[in-house]
Structures are given as structure tokens and as C-alpha cells.
């Protein structure tokens, strides 16, 4: 890039006429020389600037654009700027192709062992041994002759291997399409972000990927920049530019100073123009994703190393949004991310049960084995007495790989790979349903968290409120006016003042529209609390416009812009006369500290003394504020021409201000948060209202929203009493003082960022509790970005949200209201409960497979069910009843119990009874059948059968029989907390109905003609009716387990507990941190087979991850920036980017030597 630069500095000095010449498509500027030009900063960027274009309106003219007109709407010459410049938007990496897919599905270890078991299988019954001998080896096959050997020896390695594709492909297309799902997702959210820019003179809301070099755009406090530009004009701007450099501190710009703006950095504070000058791969984050192979096609080869960009979707600049507020930030969300990451409870809880119950498995398996073997050896060389002949080798070998399938087969059994598949499945189904809830999802395990959700802090405007905001009230000229006043009733002096203070001192991109239809309400357009003071300039039957023509945005000498720590705003304009005015508005109690004038009726400034503000507030502020008003100052001060203010001296500047008027603005309650608030209430989750508003319109709203109800004890403070309650002598935060304060505390006003983000930690570092509390958090502005990463769960408004608030949250409200968030609950508790009623059916069908196995493998030396049948039972029991049980829609009884809270087992008492009650029920039908079946039906035994010897309609009857009672256990399986009715709503879930009917259909086919692969022999109508009529017989069994009050059965608890039980223990999460550590080592070992579905689980969270943060950006980032190199932070970056990329994957590496990484 160093000799672009050169070349591109090479052109100026030359003639006019011969500079032009190269320029491509008769623009002035070549895309070589802009960029080389936004890779400079500050003092050496304006002297480029200087140099080859004269100033900023010189590079506008060789763009061929104004810098107030912005370019002309013309789609041609839009499209010719494309072609020379490229457009706004980063090609994304290529999606995993389904064999990929398929790939990595059959890395699982456990279809691994099954492969390998099955080829052996296989290989050996081609085989066969001379016939001659086989007397001398025993009965070994004895009854094989009827078939053939060899024909028959065959099918049951196939067979293995045709189920395991089958596996495989289930598992290869549920992670495709989710990946296409999320890709879609995030799609979404792209062709929703919009940036406003200028073109014809008229303001207009384009898509980002529409932008082009040579656009004026229009940044304001919030924005997110979606390209590279150079400011042409700004007040007071600052931006947070740590996503790119690093460096935490806001950095200034101004036209004259350092007017360069990078894409993918947030604006802090004030607003501005610019034009823009690189856009997509040509911008700083574009090159820096093309470094990283994002982009760039001849990265293609290096395409294994094109680290976790995965997810990275269709990027019109949006990974930009996971540049996220920069390292600082990013130390924070280190920081915060260590608790987000045991953040998913669910996760944590399935972890470890996945890893108890693979150890179960495997010692079952092992044991099983080795019974078999031993069984086999003493029989045939002990007791028959026989010698090892070199011949008989080959059949040997063959009963020693059956005995290892049979063993393998109760471990496939035994570890629930449909976990990781229900769990996935069910986010995604809840994720969808929910985007149908105005809720955008933008991290999967905030939909479960959400579900344990026990407080909800949330902001008042426009969440809890309409943000339609309306001026109701005035004081003006002594006089304090309820409704809107006739402009007659006013002092021409006044009412000229207040529109000049209104229309110059509010933001030019703020303004009121007529109504898009007749009889409408007039549209609002920009910050709302401007809009109701430009509204209330035209109840006054005045206009705003033409004083802002009179006075435009270049013209105003000083802005200081709205922030939260000044809440006002003043523009300072230059009079006739050569003086200056500043017109200022803001909070009440802030600003009338600053007024020592008041303007009386006949619009004469008389003496506004400390004495005369106590009353005001006394007679005018408060009322306002108890009727709910947001109360709003608006002053003035002249400078004269001969004393010029230092301007940077804020303070001496806004301050002996003469009050024009204080007005009352009304946001009225949304009508249906009143009874969304109710819902919370009555699902134990305690709603705070946290707002910047004074401490009495804040106490009357939240009585209206029935946040605060008369007679209960409750807390309302402002921000400075909360910190004085908070902090020690020293100013430090001391927890135990934030627990006496915030269990009582239901109304924050006048609070800081800071105050949110205080509250927010306190909250959840709280240990006072029976359990720890999880927060979830809305917020709008960018001042909210800490507090909503803290929280447990962020909703940021998609509406009045800001990119920056966006960006720090884990669902976006695409309608601001708080009823979304009821739903979010909803959804959450259901994920919750669906994963819940799929472990009690797993369980149960787990058990009893396992115990069945076995003890037919040790009684009879061999298995019952085959490895096929087991196979087909652990699909449908697997995929297809993690379908059924992960898609059951929410019902509003969700919300009638309390949150479960983090320390609950997964596994509740209620659901134990129903697993080992029915696998009593079970496994009492499944002995029988084994041991006098064959007189009750009157058929041949099935028991000890030789290798290879057909199906027996045994053995038929009890694989049936089995299923049967697994499909009427699913309809149980509905209900976890003991309903009776296990009906209700059944037709309510199309997909369930369909999968246990298709489920029902396979069966018939498979036992009837299914043969030899599946070991079934086709069964009677007699015999079919009496397997249905066992598997009715769950149901009925399901009423009585109904019927034993789970209070009774204390030794249940203990059931959890014992290690050898496959099933969750209570003490789980007590353990606490290092246990989960414990099971990662385990896993490491390698001997848990099912962490590959968990990492599948990761899989399909990272895609969503991209959401979270594009790793890829700051990885480069982070690898680029010297300022970190001393941090280990990294490793939290690569530890999730590994699992994706599986083994081929060295920039994972990085900071991570190779840890594999746990949900």
C-alpha cells in the first residue's frame, strides 16, 4: 500500500489538464488516491487534504457532489460510482456446503466406533471358512446353513452402516439449515440498518449498501459509520474510534482539526457532515477484512484459515457493528464475558449431565462387553472343553465383533446425542416463532436465559411509554397555562424568542412532517423531545422553517450538543449587530440554576433570585412533574460584540441565562403495558424503571404502569441518593451496601449511565438470595451499551435504538414495547421446558434400552434389540422426538409460575417419578415378553439363537412392542409437572401429530418388511393388536404415576444424586465452577463420545455469534494492536472460533493452543 501512496502523491504537482487524464470515469479522484488519503490522521490528513484538493468543498468538487445539495438522485451516476468506487458492502465467506456438513457430522466418535465395528463386520462375513471344519468350531454355526452364510452374514454390517448414514444426514441438514436460517437472520438486520444522507437537497434514509463515494452524509450522536468520509462540517463530535485503534479515550474531530471518519466507529457525541470517500473493502474495516481473507478471492486457497467468518453474513458493513465499542469495551466485555460464558444456564446444567450420563454408558458398554466375551470364552474353551483351531479363527472373530456391536450399541444408546439436537432445535423454532413477537434474537442463549429472568430494569421512554411526546403545559411570561395558549395571549418579544430558541437549538435533522394521511397525527421525525418542542411552536400557529432557511446548520458559530452529562443543549448564533445569543435548553432543575433573569409578562427581564426558584419549582415544576411531565427549560443569553466568551469555557459560557419559558411534556403510558407489567409480577419478576426523568414524573409513571402500587414498600431515589446510599466514605461502590438498597428499590430517576450500569452489576454480583438473580436490561442510547453487555439479557429498542445499543444487546424489540419482552419470557420458559420434557422421554427410553441390553446381553449372550432396531430407536427416539417435544408452542400458564432460578437440576422430582416409574412399567413388559413371551404367543423362543440364524417373531414382538411403548410415552412425555391431562393442546403442534403418526407408519413397515436387516420377522393382526394394546398401557400407567404425590417420595431426591445413575444430581450446579472444568478435562480424554453433538451445539451458536462479534474483525484487530498484546484476552476469542473450524484450523491457534471449548 506504501507505493500506492507514493504513486498517488506523484499526480499533484502536475497540470490541471494532465491530472485529469488518469482519473477514471471523469471523477477527480482516483480510488488508489482516496484511500491512501483515509490512511492518514489528524494534522497530516488536513494538510493532504490541502494540498491536493485546497480544502474540503475542493475534494467535494472533484467528487463532483455538494456539500449542502448532496449528489443528484440519478441512478446512472449512482451506479457509475459503484463501478469505480465499489460499492458498500463486504462479500461475505463462503456458507459450509452440505458435504462439509455431512463431514463433519461423521466425526462423532461414536459413529466412528459403529463404522468400524460394521466394516469388520462385513469384511469377516464374506469370509467363509471351509466347510469341513466348521464341526470343530463348535456350534458356532449351526443353523446359519439354512441361509447361506454368506448371503445372510452380510446385511447386519450394512445395515449399521446404512442407519449411520442416516444419522449423518439428519444431523448435516438440521446445522444446514440452520446456518441458512441465520443467515437469513442476519440479512435481516442488514437491510434494516439504514444511514440518512443527502441527495437533491432532501434528507433520505438509505439502506448502507446503498451508499456511494461522493455521498454526504448526515452523522449524529449513536450513529454506527458505515463508511470512511471526511467531515465538511460538525458540532462538538466525538467519536469513539477503540474498534479500530484501540485507544479508549473519544477523539475529537472538527473540520479544521481532524476531519477524517473511519467506518465502523460509533459517534459519542454531537453531529455533523461528511462527505464519503471509501466505501466496502475499500474502507478501513474493508481493508482490514480483506486482510483477513474476508474478501479477497485470493484468500480462496488459505480458505481453512479464514477464521470463524463463518457466520459473517452477508456483511453490508454490519460486522462492523461487532467491531463493537473497542478494546476498552472489549476489556469490559471480557470482564462481563466470563460470567456470560457459564451465562447460558441450560448449558451448563446439559453439560454436565451429558458428561454423567456418558460415563454411565461407557462403563455400561464395557462391562457388557466384557461379560460377553468371557461368557463366550468359558463356555466354549472351559466347559465344551474345545482347543483354538487356526481355521476356526475367522468365526471367532466374528461372535468378538458382534459382542463389541451389542457393547457399542448400548453406549449409542446410552448417550442421548438428541440433546444437542433438541436444544438447537428448539432455539431455532423459538427464535423463529419469535421474530413473529417483534423480538430479534441476535444471541441463541438469551431466548433460554430470558426464561430465568428475575428482574427486569427497563428505561421509561418509549418502552414503558408511547415516545410520542406532546407539550401540554407552559409557563411563560408569569403566567402558568394548562393547554397551549393563543399566540394572541403572548408578548410578540416572547413568543418571537421562544420560536427562534426552539427552531435554532434543537437538531436540524429534527422536524415535524404533515401526516402521511388525512385525519393522521403529524410524523415525527428525529429526537422526540425536540419534536414536541417544535409541535408546540406550531400550536402557536408559528413556523419553524423559515427561521432555520434564515439561520442554516453552517451558520451557527457554536453547538454544545446534548449528552447525559450536561442534559441541555446551547447553540450560540452571531447577531447583526456583531454580537452573539445562545439559546439553551434542558432539564428544568438543571438549567434554572443557571438563569438569573426571567422574562415577565410584557416580555421585560426582571430578577430571577434563588428565593423566586424555590417557589417556581414549588408552584409550576412540581405539579407538572406529579401529573407526569417531562419538564423542559428554554433560556437565553446575549454576548455584545466587544466581550467575546472563551466558548471552550462551557461552564462561564451557559451560565446568567435569562428563562424564556418552562414547558411540561407528555408521554403518555402505552395502553397495554399496565397488564404486560401485571404478567411479570405474577411470574415472580420484580420490574425497575430506571430513567433519566425527575424523581416525581418518574413516580407518577410508574404508578400509572403499576410498577409501584399504593401501600406496598418500595424505594424511589434519584441517581445522586442512590450513589450516596451505595458508596462508602472513600466513594467506592460496596455491595453490601447495594443489597440493602436495591431489593426495595423500584424507580431510578435522574439516573446516569453509570447509575444503570451500577444497579445492572449490583444486582447480579448479589449473593443475599436464595439464588442468584438474573437481570435483563432495555436500553436505547449509546450510553446504555455497558449497561445492556452486563445485563444477562439486553433488549434494545429497534425503533429509538441507537446502533451502538444494538450492537451491545442480545434481542432487539422491533416495536419498543415491553409486552415483547413478556413474550421473550414466555418463549424462554418454554425452551426450558421443552428441553425438560424431551430428557424425561430420553431418560426413560435410555434406561430402559440400557438395562435391556444388558442384562439380555448377560443372561442370553445377546442383546435383545439388535443394533439396527436400536439404532432406529435412537432416531426416532433422538431426532425425531427432539422435533416433536423441541417444537411444543408456549402457552400462557409459562407465566404463572416463578423463574426457575440457576441452581434447580434439570431433572425436577415430578420427572424423575414419571422416568422410573415408567421404566418400571417398561422393563417389567420387556422381561416378560424376553423370558415367557414365546409361551404366551405361542411361538418359537428366540433365546439363544447361533450367529447369523434368522429373525424370530420373539424377538420381533419385543423390538415392537418396545417402540410402541416409546411412541404412547411420548404423548406423556408432554407434560413435566405432573398434569393429568396430557392431551391438551395436542392438536395445537401439527409437527408433533405428523411425527408420531410417520413415526407409527415406518414402524409397520420396518417390522413387516424390514427382514433380515432390521432382524424382524413380519407379526400378525393378532400379535400387532397385543403390542399396541401394552404401549396404550403407558398411558394409562402415565394417570396412575399421576396419581402418587411426588411429596411422598423423599427417596426420589436421592435417585438424582448416586454417581452410577444416569441421571442429573442436585448437587450438579453447587460444584459450581470447577466441576464444569473437571468435565472439560474428562471430555478432553477423549472418553465422553458425545461431546461432538455439544461442540454441534456451539456449531450452530457461533453462526449466531457472528451477531455477537465477527471475531475475524477484532481478532485481526486484536493481533494488529500492539495496546493488547500483553493482554490474554484472546483466548476468549478463539476459544469459541475453534469448534467451528474443527481441526484444520491454525489462526485459531492464536491465543488458544488448542482447547477445545464447552457451551
Same mark, same amino acid.
Given at each position: 500500500?506504501?507505493?500506492?501512496?507514493?504513486?498517488?502523491?506523484?499526480?499533484?504537482?502536475?497540470?490541471?489538464?494532465?491530472?485529469?487524464?488518469?482519473?477514471?470515469?471523469?471523477?477527480?479522484?482516483?480510488?488508489?488516491?482516496?484511500?491512501?488519503?483515509?490512511?492518514?490522521?489528524?494534522?497530516?490528513?488536513?494538510?493532504?487534504?490541502?494540498?491536493?484538493?485546497?480544502?474540503?468543498?475542493?475534494?467535494?468538487?472533484?467528487?463532483?457532489?455538494?456539500?449542502?445539495?448532496?449528489?443528484?438522485?440519478?441512478?446512472?451516476?449512482?451506479?457509475?460510482?459503484?463501478?469505480?468506487?465499489?460499492?458498500?458492502?463486504?462479500?461475505?465467506?463462503?456458507?459450509?456446503?452440505?458435504?462439509?456438513?455431512?463431514?463433519?457430522?461423521?466425526?462423532?466418535?461414536?459413529?466412528?466406533?459403529?463404522?468400524?465395528?460394521?466394516?469388520?463386520?462385513?469384511?469377516?462375513?464374506?469370509?467363509?471358512?471351509?466347510?469341513?471344519?466348521?464341526?470343530?468350531?463348535?456350534? *458356532? #454355526?449351526?443353523?446359519?446353513?439354512?441361509?447361506?452364510?454368506?448371503?445372510?452374514?452380510?446385511?447386519?454390517?450394512?445395515?449399521?452402516?446404512?442407519?449411520?448414514?442416516?444419522?449423518?444426514?439428519?444431523?448435516?441438514?438440521?446445522?444446514?439449515?440452520?446456518?441458512?436460517?441465520?443467515?437469513?437472520?442476519?440479512?435481516?438486520?442488514?437491510?434494516?440498518?439504514?444511514?440518512?444522507?443527502?441527495?437533491?437537497?432532501?434528507?433520505?434514509?438509505?439502506?448502507?449498501?446503498?451508499?456511494?463515494?461522493?455521498?454526504?452524509? /448526515?452523522?449524529?450522536? %449513536?450513529?454506527?459509520?458505515?463508511?470512511?468520509?471526511?467531515?465538511?462540517?460538525?458540532?462538538?463530535?466525538?467519536?469513539?474510534?477503540?474498534?479500530?485503534?484501540?485507544?479508549?479515550?473519544?477523539? @475529537?474531530?472538527?473540520?479544521?482539526?481532524?476531519?477524517?471518519?473511519?467506518?465502523?466507529?460509533?459517534?459519542?457525541?454531537?453531529? =455533523?457532515?461528511?462527505?464519503?470517500?471509501?466505501?466496502?473493502?475499500?474502507?478501513?474495516?474493508?481493508?482490514?477484512?480483506?486482510?483477513?481473507?474476508?474478501?479477497?478471492?485470493?484468500?480462496?486457497?488459505?480458505?481453512?484459515?479464514?477464521?470463524?467468518?463463518?457466520?459473517?453474513?452477508?456483511?453490508?458493513?454490519?460486522?462492523?457493528?461487532?467491531?463493537?465499542?473497542? &478494546?476498552?469495551?472489549?476489556?469490559?466485555?471480557?470482564?462481563?464475558?466470563?460470567?456470560?460464558?457459564?451465562?447460558?444456564?441450560?448449558? %451448563?446444567?446439559?453439560?454436565?449431565?451429558?458428561?454423567?450420563?456418558?460415563?454411565?454408558?461407557?462403563?455400561?458398554?464395557?462391562?457388557?462387553?466384557?461379560?460377553?466375551?468371557?461368557?463366550?470364552?468359558?463356555?466354549?474353551?472351559?466347559?465344551? =472343553? $474345545?482347543?483354538?483351531?487356526?481355521?476356526?479363527?475367522?468365526?471367532?472373530?466374528?461372535?468378538?465383533?458382534?459382542?463389541?456391536?451389542? =457393547?457399542?450399541?448400548?453406549?449409542?444408546?446410552?448417550?442421548?446425542?438428541?440433546?444437542?439436537?433438541?436444544?438447537?432445535?428448539?432455539?431455532?423454532? #423459538?427464535?423463529?416463532?419469535?421474530?413473529?413477537?417483534?423480538?430479534?434474537?441476535?444471541?441463541?442463549?438469551?431466548?433460554?436465559?430470558?426464561?430465568?429472568?428475575?428482574?427486569?430494569?427497563?428505561?421509561?421512554?418509549?418502552?414503558?411509554?408511547?415516545?410520542?411526546?406532546?407539550?401540554?403545559?407552559?409557563?411563560?411570561?408569569?403566567?402558568?397555562?394548562?393547554?397551549?395558549?393563543?399566540?394572541?395571549?403572548?408578548?410578540?418579544?416572547?413568543?418571537?424568542?421562544?420560536?427562534?430558541?426552539?427552531?435554532?437549538?434543537?437538531?436540524?435533522?429534527?422536524?415535524?412532517?404533515?401526516?402521511?394521511?388525512?385525519?393522521?397525527?403529524?410524523?415525527?421525525?428525529?429526537?422526540?423531545?425536540?419534536?414536541?418542542?417544535?409541535?408546540?411552536?406550531?400550536?402557536?400557529?408559528?413556523?419553524? /422553517?423559515?427561521?432555520?432557511?434564515?439561520?442554516? &446548520?453552517?451558520?451557527?458559530?457554536?453547538?454544545?450538543?446534548?449528552?447525559?452529562?450536561?442534559?441541555?443543549?446551547?447553540?450560540?448564533?452571531?447577531?447583526?449587530?456583531?454580537?452573539?445569543?445562545?439559546?439553551?435548553?434542558?432539564?428544568?432543575?438543571?438549567?434554572?440554576?443557571?438563569?438569573?433573569?426571567?422574562?415577565?409578562?410584557?416580555?421585560?427581564?426582571?430578577?430571577?433570585?434563588?428565593?423566586?426558584?424555590?417557589?417556581?419549582?414549588?408552584?409550576?415544576?412540581?405539579?407538572?412533574?406529579?401529573?407526569?411531565?417531562?419538564?423542559?427549560?428554554?433560556?437565553?443569553?446575549?454576548?455584545?460584540?466587544?466581550?467575546?466568551?472563551?466558548?471552550?469555557?462551557?461552564?462561564?459560557?451557559?451560565?446568567?441565562?435569562?428563562?424564556?419559558?418552562?414547558?411540561?411534556?407528555?408521554?403518555?403510558?402505552?395502553?397495554?403495558?399496565?397488564?404486560?407489567?401485571?404478567?411479570?409480577? $405474577?411470574?415472580?419478576?420484580?420490574?425497575?424503571?430506571?430513567?433519566?426523568?425527575?424523581?416525581?414524573?418518574?413516580?407518577?409513571?410508574?404508578?400509572?404502569?403499576?410498577?409501584?402500587?399504593?401501600? &406496598?414498600?418500595?424505594?424511589?431515589?434519584?441517581?445522586?441518593?442512590?450513589?450516596?446510599?451505595?458508596?462508602?466514605?472513600?466513594?467506592?461502590?460496596?455491595?453490601?451496601?447495594?443489597?440493602?438498597?436495591?431489593?426495595?428499590? @423500584?424507580?431510578?430517576?435522574?439516573?446516569?449511565?453509570?447509575?444503570?450500569?451500577?444497579?445492572?452489576?449490583?444486582?447480579?454480583?448479589?449473593?443475599?438470595?436464595?439464588?442468584? /438473580?438474573?437481570?435483563?436490561?432495555?436500553?436505547?442510547?449509546?450510553?446504555?451499551?455497558?449497561?445492556?453487555?452486563?445485563?444477562?439479557?439486553?433488549?434494545?429498542?429497534?425503533?429509538?435504538?441507537?446502533?451502538?445499543?444494538?450492537?451491545?444487546?442480545?434481542?432487539?424489540?422491533?416495536?419498543?414495547?415491553?409486552?415483547?419482552?413478556?413474550?421473550?419470557?414466555?418463549?424462554?420458559?418454554?425452551?426450558?421446558?421443552?428441553?425438560?420434557?424431551?430428557?424425561?422421554? !430420553?431418560?426413560?427410553?435410555?434406561?430402559?434400552? *440400557?438395562?435391556?441390553?444388558?442384562?439380555?446381553?448377560?443372561?442370553?449372550?445377546?442383546?435383545?434389540?439388535?443394533?439396527?432396531?436400536?439404532?432406529?430407536?435412537?432416531?426416532?427416539?433422538?431426532?425425531?422426538?427432539?422435533?416433536?417435544?423441541?417444537?411444543?408452542?408456549?402457552?400462557?400458564?409459562?407465566?404463572?409460575?416463578?423463574?426457575?432460578?440457576?441452581?434447580?437440576?434439570?431433572?425436577?422430582?415430578?420427572?424423575?417419578?414419571?422416568?422410573?416409574?415408567?421404566?418400571?412399567?417398561?422393563?417389567?413388559?420387556?422381561?416378560?415378553?424376553?423370558?415367557?413371551?414365546?409361551?404366551?404367543?405361542?411361538?418359537?423362543?428366540?433365546?439363544?439363537?447361533?450367529?447369523?440364524?434368522?429373525?424370530?417373531?420373539?424377538?420381533?414382538?419385543?423390538?415392537?412392542?418396545?417402540?410402541?411403548?416409546?411412541?404412547?410415552?411420548?404423548?406423556?412425555?408432554?407434560?413435566?409437572?405432573?398434569? $393429568?391431562?396430557?392431551?391438551?393442546?395436542?392438536?395445537?403442534?401439527?409437527?408433533?401429530?405428523?411425527?408420531?403418526? %410417520?413415526?407409527?407408519?415406518?414402524?409397520?413397515?420396518?417390522? !413387516?418388511?424390514?427382514?433380515?436387516?432390521?432382524?424382524?420377522?413380519?407379526?400378525?393382526?393378532?400379535?400387532?393388536?397385543?403390542?399396541?394394546?401394552?404401549?396404550?398401557?403407558?398411558?394409562?400407567?402415565?394417570?396412575?404415576?399421576?396419581?402418587?404425590?411426588?411429596?411422598?417420595?423423599?427417596?426420589?431426591?436421592?435417585?438424582?444424586?448416586?454417581?452410577?445413575?444416569?441421571?442429573?444430581?442436585?448437587?450438579?450446579?453447587?460444584?459450581?465452577?470447577?466441576?464444569?472444568?473437571?468435565?472439560?478435562? &474428562?471430555?478432553? $480424554?477423549?472418553?465422553?463420545?458425545?461431546?461432538?453433538?455439544?461442540?454441534?451445539?456451539?456449531?450452530?451458536?457461533?453462526?449466531?455469534?457472528?451477531?455477537?462479534?465477527?471475531?475475524?474483525?477484532?481478532?485481526?484487530?486484536?493481533?494488529?494492536?500492539?495496546?493488547?498484546?500483553?493482554?490474554?484476552?484472546?483466548?476468549?476469542?478463539?476459544?469459541?472460533?475453534?469448534?467451528?473450524? #474443527?481441526?484444520?484450523?491454525?489462526?485459531?491457534?492464536?491465543?488458544?493452543?488448542?482447547?477445545?471449548?464447552?457451551?
Amino acid at each position: 500500500m506504501g507505493d500506492m501512496a507514493n504513486s498517488s502523491i506523484e499526480f499533484h504537482p502536475k497540470p490541471q489538464q494532465q491530472r485529469e487524464a488518469p482519473h477514471a470515469g471523469g471523477f477527480g479522484c482516483t480510488l488508489a488516491e482516496l484511500r491512501s488519503l483515509m490512511e492518514l490522521r489528524g494534522a497530516e490528513a488536513l494538510q493532504k487534504v490541502q494540498e491536493a484538493y485546497g480544502d474540503v468543498s475542493g475534494l467535494c468538487r472533484r467528487l463532483k457532489t455538494s456539500p449542502t445539495e448532496g449528489l443528484a438522485d440519478n441512478a446512472n451516476d449512482l451506479e457509475k460510482r459503484r463501478q469505480i468506487y465499489g460499492q458498500n458492502f463486504i462479500p461475505p465467506k463462503q456458507p459450509k456446503t452440505f458435504l462439509q456438513l455431512v463431514w463433519e457430522a461423521l466425526q462423532d466418535v461414536t459413529l466412528i466406533i459403529l463404522e468400524v465395528a460394521a466394516i469388520v463386520s462385513l469384511g469377516l462375513s464374506f469370509y467363509a471358512p471351509p466347510g469341513e471344519e466348521s464341526e470343530a468350531c463348535g456350534n *458356532v #454355526s449351526a443353523g446359519a446353513e439354512d441361509e447361506g452364510e454368506a448371503e445372510a452374514g452380510w446385511i447386519e454390517g450394512a445395515a449399521i452402516l446404512l442407519s449411520v448414514i442416516c444419522v449423518v444426514l439428519v444431523t448435516a441438514f438440521n446445522d444446514w439449515s440452520k446456518e441458512k436460517q441465520f443467515r437469513g437472520l442476519q440479512s435481516r438486520i442488514e437491510q434494516e440498518q439504514k444511514f440518512t444522507v443527502i441527495r437533491n437537497g432532501q434528507l433520505l434514509q438509505v439502506p448502507v449498501a446503498a451508499l456511494v463515494v461522493g455521498d454526504i452524509a /448526515q452523522v449524529k450522536y %449513536g450513529d454506527l459509520l458505515p463508511a470512511d468520509g471526511v467531515l465538511i462540517q460538525g458540532n462538538d463530535l466525538k467519536i469513539d474510534e477503540s474498534s479500530l485503534t484501540g485507544e479508549s479515550d473519544h477523539v @475529537r474531530k472538527s473540520a479544521d482539526k481532524d476531519p477524517m471518519l473511519l467506518s465502523g466507529t460509533h459517534v459519542m457525541e454531537g453531529s =455533523g457532515r461528511m462527505v464519503v470517500t471509501a466505501v466496502g473493502v475499500n474502507s478501513q474495516t474493508g481493508i482490514i477484512f480483506t486482510l483477513l481473507g474476508a474478501g479477497g478471492e485470493e484468500e480462496e486457497k488459505k480458505d481453512k484459515k479464514a477464521k470463524k467468518q463463518d457466520g459473517a453474513v452477508a456483511m453490508e458493513m454490519q460486522p462492523l457493528k461487532s467491531a463493537e465499542g473497542g &478494546e476498552m469495551e472489549e476489556r469490559e466485555k471480557k470482564k462481563a464475558n466470563v460470567p456470560k460464558k457459564e451465562k447460558s444456564v441450560l448449558q %451448563g446444567k446439559l453439560t454436565k449431565l451429558a458428561v454423567q450420563i456418558g460415563k454411565a454408558g461407557l462403563v455400561m458398554s464395557a462391562i457388557t462387553v466384557i461379560i460377553l466375551v468371557l461368557y463366550f470364552v468359558i463356555e466354549t474353551f472351559v466347559i465344551e =472343553g $474345545r482347543v483354538w483351531l487356526a481355521e476356526c479363527t475367522p468365526v471367532y472373530v466374528q461372535y468378538f465383533v458382534k459382542f463389541f456391536i451389542i =457393547g457399542v450399541t448400548v453406549l449409542v444408546v446410552a448417550v442421548p446425542e438428541g440433546l444437542p439436537l433438541a436444544v438447537t432445535i428448539s432455539l431455532a423454532y #423459538s427464535v423463529k416463532k419469535m421474530m413473529r413477537d417483534n423480538n430479534l434474537v441476535r444471541h441463541l442463549d438469551a431466548c433460554e436465559t430470558m426464561g430465568n429472568a428475575t428482574a427486569i430494569c427497563s428505561d421509561k421512554t418509549g418502552t414503558l411509554t408511547t415516545n410520542r411526546m406532546t407539550v401540554v403545559q407552559s409557563y411563560l411570561g408569569d403566567t402558568h397555562y394548562k393547554e397551549i395558549p393563543a399566540p394572541s395571549a403572548l408578548t410578540p418579544k416572547i413568543l418571537d424568542l421562544l420560536v427562534h430558541a426552539i427552531s435554532i437549538n434543537s437538531a436540524y435533522t429534527t422536524k415535524i412532517l404533515p401526516p402521511e394521511k388525512e385525519g393522521a397525527l403529524r410524523r415525527q421525525v428525529g429526537n422526540k423531545t425536540e419534536c414536541a418542542l417544535l409541535g408546540f411552536v406550531l400550536d402557536l400557529k408559528q413556523d419553524f /422553517q423559515p427561521v432555520r432557511e434564515q439561520i442554516p &446548520e453552517d451558520k451557527l458559530y457554536k453547538v454544545y450538543t446534548f449528552n447525559s452529562v450536561r442534559k441541555s443543549m446551547s447553540t450560540v448564533i452571531r447577531m447583526p449587530d456583531g454580537g452573539f445569543r445562545l439559546f439553551s435548553k434542558g432539564a428544568s432543575e438543571i438549567l434554572l440554576k443557571k438563569c438569573t433573569n426571567i422574562l415577565n409578562s410584557n416580555g421585560e427581564l426582571r430578577n430571577f433570585r434563588p428565593r423566586d426558584r424555590d417557589d417556581m419549582v414549588k408552584k409550576i415544576i412540581e405539579p407538572m412533574a406529579c401529573d407526569g411531565l417531562r419538564t423542559i427549560c428554554i433560556a437565553y443569553r446575549d454576548f455584545s460584540a466587544t466581550q467575546e466568551p472563551d466558548w471552550d469555557n462551557e461552564t462561564e459560557v451557559v451560565g446568567d441565562l435569562t428563562c424564556i419559558a418552562v414547558v411540561g411534556i407528555e408521554d403518555p403510558v402505552r395502553p397495554e403495558v399496565p397488564e404486560a407489567i401485571r404478567k411479570c409480577q $405474577r411470574a415472580g419478576i420484580t420490574v425497575r424503571m430506571v430513567t433519566g426523568d425527575n424523581i416525581n414524573t418518574a413516580r407518577a409513571i410508574a404508578a400509572k404502569c403499576g410498577i409501584i402500587q399504593p401501600g &406496598e414498600d418500595f424505594l424511589c431515589l434519584e441517581g445522586k441518593e442512590f450513589n450516596r446510599r451505595i458508596r462508602n466514605e472513600k466513594g467506592e461502590i460496596e455491595q453490601e451496601r447495594l443489597d440493602k438498597v436495591w431489593p426495595k428499590l @423500584r424507580v431510578l430517576a435522574r439516573s446516569s449511565p453509570t447509575d444503570k450500569h451500577t444497579l445492572v452489576k449490583g444486582i447480579i454480583d448479589s449473593t443475599t438470595g436464595e439464588q442468584r /438473580q438474573v437481570v435483563a436490561v432495555t436500553g436505547d442510547g449509546t450510553n446504555d451499551g455497558p449497561a445492556l453487555k452486563k445485563a444477562d439479557v439486553g433488549f434494545a429498542m429497534g425503533i429509538a435504538g441507537t446502533d451502538v445499543a444494538k450492537e451491545a444487546s442480545d434481542i432487539i424489540l422491533t416495536d419498543d414495547n415491553f409486552t415483547s419482552i413478556v413474550k421473550a419470557v414466555m418463549w424462554g420458559r418454554n425452551v426450558y421446558d421443552s428441553i425438560s420434557k424431551f430428557l424425561q422421554f !430420553q431418560l426413560t427410553v435410555n434406561v430402559v434400552a *440400557v438395562i435391556v441390553a444388558f442384562t439380555g446381553a448377560c443372561i442370553t449372550q445377546d442383546s435383545p434389540l439388535k443394533a439396527v432396531q436400536m439404532l432406529w430407536v435412537n432416531l426416532i427416539m433422538d431426532t425425531f422426538a427432539s422435533l416433536a417435544l423441541a417444537t411444543e408452542p408456549p402457552t400462557e400458564s409459562l407465566l404463572l409460575r416463578k423463574p426457575y432460578g440457576r441452581d434447580k437440576p434439570l431433572i425436577s422430582r415430578t420427572m424423575m417419578k414419571n422416568i422410573l416409574g415408567h421404566a418400571v412399567y417398561q422393563l417389567t413388559i420387556i422381561f416378560t415378553l424376553l423370558f415367557v413371551g414365546e409361551l404366551f404367543f405361542d411361538i418359537d423362543s428366540g433365546r439363544n439363537a447361533p450367529l447369523h440364524s434368522p429373525p424370530s417373531e420373539h424377538y420381533t414382538i419385543i423390538f415392537n412392542t418396545f417402540v410402541m411403548m416409546q411412541l404412547f410415552n411420548e404423548i406423556n412425555a408432554r407434560k413435566i409437572h405432573g398434569e $393429568r391431562n396430557v392431551f391438551h393442546g395436542i392438536f395445537g403442534n401439527p409437527i408433533f401429530c405428523t411425527i408420531v403418526l %410417520g413415526t407409527f407408519a415406518i414402524q409397520i413397515v420396518i417390522v !413387516q418388511f424390514g427382514g433380515k436387516p432390521f432382524s424382524c420377522s413380519p407379526l400378525s393382526t393378532e400379535q400387532w393388536l397385543w403390542c399396541l394394546f401394552v404401549g396404550v398401557g403407558e398411558l394409562v400407567w402415565g394417570q396412575v404415576i399421576a396419581t402418587i404425590p411426588t411429596s411422598q417420595l423423599k427417596c426420589l431426591k436421592e435417585a438424582g444424586h448416586g454417581p452410577g445413575k444416569d441421571e442429573m444430581t442436585d448437587e450438579e450446579l453447587a460444584e459450581g465452577e470447577e466441576e464444569i472444568d473437571h468435565a472439560e478435562r &474428562e471430555l478432553r $480424554r477423549g472418553q465422553i463420545l458425545w461431546f461432538r453433538g455439544l461442540n454441534r451445539i456451539q456449531t450452530q451458536m457461533e453462526v449466531v455469534s457472528t451477531f455477537k462479534r465477527s471475531g475475524s474483525f477484532q481478532g485481526a484487530m486484536r493481533r494488529r494492536s500492539s495496546v493488547l498484546s500483553q493482554l490474554h484476552d484472546v483466548t476468549n476469542l478463539s476459544a469459541p472460533t475453534h469448534v467451528i473450524l #474443527s481441526a484444520a484450523n491454525p489462526t485459531s491457534a492464536a491465543g488458544n493452543p488448542g482447547s477445545e471449548s464447552i457451551p
